[in-house]
């Protein structure tokens, strides 16, 4: 009889967990979508800020004399290049294969650093040539929109590392594939800014 009360209760225990789990996930989801909405607010602030301000060049060099618009462009191709194995990595995902999530969210990696690289070498170019973030109104706004996006960029990147040694230690546990979504949204919400920023500050900047 005891037996039988002991495994009654485990049965139930499972059966209480199994149901909690989509709650879980739907708790999840609905979480990491507000907190992408508070991350929308921040972009748009710095979007007005430089809006407000991303003519006044304090009589120094304006946009079109600062702003390399092909060394602009391979940065925007390595960014959307590493949205397309991203989704890559979520089809090898949905298969099964561990293998080919871990190889596709590398490649992945690899794109987001050389982003990074390239917007560090802008960055660097532009202190040196005296059109730093002081130099300006113009220019503390430039910094502070592709600063903070670039921040994400590398935050994205650290967790994209540790989800890796993740996979590679627990494999596509139910755990990891709802973080491999979750960075999934956040990655694919990067590249839209980003495509916000190189239309509204590069290419506005430059004509």
Known sequence: MSNH??????TGTRDYFLKEEPHVENG?????????????????ALFATYGALGRNYAGGAGGAELFDLSL????????????????????????????????????????GAGFLGVELYEFHHLIHVGAGPQSSAAMSAFFALVGTHGLHVTFGLVWLVVLLLQIG?????????RRLMCLSMFWHFLDVVWIGVFSFVYLMGVL
């Open 5 to 10: 009360n002991t495994l009654a209760g485990a």
């Open 28 to 44: 999840t989801a609905l979480g990491f979508w507000l907190y992408l909405m508070s991350d929308c607010l921040i972009f748009a």
């Open 72 to 111: 602009v462009a391979i940065n925007t191709a390595l960014l959307l290049l590493s949205s397309i194995t991203f989704g890559f990595a979520m089809l090898a995902k949905q298969k099964g294969s561990v293998k080919g999530t871990v190889v596709w969210l590398i490649i992945t990696g690899l794109f």
């Open 169 to 177: 230690k627990h494999g596509l546990t139910r755990e990891n594939n």
